[in-house]
């Protein structure tokens, strides 16, 4: 992985299911995991076509260095806004990761 090419700032957060609030009902949130450099890399049309379906989503795919704990229940802050992590894909033997995202609606 080339680090020149990692020209992005993103926060990968994972979920956190384990706050109680004063009633004592568990409410969800999400902690920052890490703030790491990433690129941006284009989709093809196909796959953007396969992942969207017949939807407005916003599909984006970052790449990444290897860090342990990402998992599909997570979000990426990025530009302002939040992504949720649809798929992680190792690259190489834990060298690198790709992260497919969908723009999320409600953050």
Same mark, same amino acid.
């Given at each position: 992985m080339r680090a020149g090419k990692m020209?992005?700032?993103?926060?990968? #957060? !994972?979920?956190?299911?384990?706050?109680?609030?004063?009633?004592?009902?568990p409410t969800p949130g999400f902690t920052p995991l890490a703030t790491l450099r990433a690129q941006i890399i284009q989709a093809s049309t196909q796959?953007?076509?396969e992942a969207q379906g017949a939807t407005d #989503? !916003?599909?984006i795919i970052f790449r990444t260095r290897w860090i342990d704990g990402v998992t599909n229940a997570g979000r990426i802050h990025y530009d302002g806004g939040y992504f949720n992590i649809r798929e992680t894909k190792e690259i190489g033997r834990r060298k690198g990761m790709d992260l497919r995202c969908v723009k999320a609606v409600n953050e």
């Open positions: 020209d992005r700032t993103i926060r990968i #957060d !994972t979920f956190d299911a384990g706050a109680v609030n004063d009633f004592g009902t796959e953007l076509l #989503d !916003t599909v």
